[in-house]
């Protein structure tokens, strides 16, 4: 029972935080749409803050877990890899809290969410840097410095997500990913300078 209600708490907020930010959304608003006293959220969570934080980390794992998913049906390292980017963007849409933290500057007024956002940096990279070692060890990948290249890919993605993710159509976001695919798999340089 206790479980069933934190699990309402959280889904319940999740989508007040999501539509309305952190600062807009009250704790009576989410004890209402859970339909629980707002004790009940003060026993379980302590506070609007840790409800934020918990719905947060819930959202990343929701994402990783997803991305992972996405990356372990395929067999080939370059289709891990390009299967990961387009995972990662297709997941990330639905992660809006996640996104609000950007949008929002939340980190400002909640100095903890920027750890939770950057664990999910983390993790997305050691995604990356196991498709990327795995592609260096069938000869599919030269990479020299295989958590630099992962970081690098990891950083390029970050920085296009808020203007991809909320100004872009989706066939859009594939005609960028594809472009970034080429840059990651071909690089910038010609075989043989062009005379």
Same mark, same amino acid.
């Given at each position: 029972?206790?479980?069933?209600?934190?699990?309402?708490?959280?889904?319940?907020?999740?989508?007040?935080?999501?539509?309305?930010?952190?600062?807009?959304?009250?704790?009576?608003?989410?004890?209402?749409?859970?339909?629980?006293?707002?004790?009940?959220?003060?026993?379980?969570?302590?506070? =609007?803050?840790?409800?934020?934080?918990?719905? *947060?980390? +819930? @959202?990343?794992? /929701?994402?990783?877990?997803?991305?992972? &998913? %996405?990356?372990?049906?395929?067999?080939?390292?370059?289709?891990?890899?390009?299967?990961?980017?387009?995972?990662?963007?297709?997941?990330? =849409?639905?992660?809006?809290?996640?996104?609000? *933290?950007? +949008? @929002?500057?939340? /980190?400002?007024?909640?100095?903890?969410? &920027? %750890?939770?956002?950057?664990?999910?940096?983390?993790?997305?990279?050691?995604?990356?840097?196991?498709?990327?070692?795995?592609?260096?060890?069938?000869?599919?990948?030269?990479?020299?410095?295989?958590?630099?290249?992962?970081?690098?890919?990891?950083?390029?993605?970050?920085?296009?997500?808020?203007?991809?993710?909320?100004?872009?159509?989706?066939?859009?976001?594939?005609?960028?990913?594809?472009?970034?695919?080429?840059?990651?798999?071909?690089?910038?340089?010609?075989?043989?300078?062009?005379?």
């Amino acid at each position: 029972m206790k479980e069933k209600k934190a699990e309402s708490i959280l889904d319940n907020a999740k989508k007040m935080f999501g539509r309305y930010g952190l600062q807009k959304t009250s704790l009576d608003e989410i004890a209402r749409m859970a339909r629980v006293a707002k004790a009940t959220i003060y026993n379980y969570f302590g506070s =609007k803050d840790q409800v934020y934080l918990e719905v *947060l980390r +819930r @959202e990343i794992d /929701d994402v990783i877990k997803r991305e992972s &998913a %996405a990356v372990d049906k395929e067999v080939s390292p370059a289709d891990k890899l390009r299967t990961f980017a387009r995972a990662k963007f297709r997941h990330m =849409k639905e992660a809006i809290n996640i996104l609000n *933290l950007d +949008r @929002e500057g939340i /980190d400002r007024l909640l100095p903890k969410t &920027a %750890a939770i956002r950057d664990s999910l940096f983390e993790r997305e990279v050691e995604i990356i840097r196991s498709i990327l070692n795995r592609g260096v060890r069938e000869g599919v990948f030269r990479v020299r410095d295989v958590l630099l290249a992962a970081q690098a890919i990891g950083y390029a993605m970050k920085g296009f997500e808020l203007n991809w993710l909320v100004l872009e159509s989706d066939k859009q976001i594939e005609d960028y990913l594809d472009g970034l695919n080429e840059i990651i798999f071909k690089g910038i340089l010609v075989e043989k300078p062009v005379k």
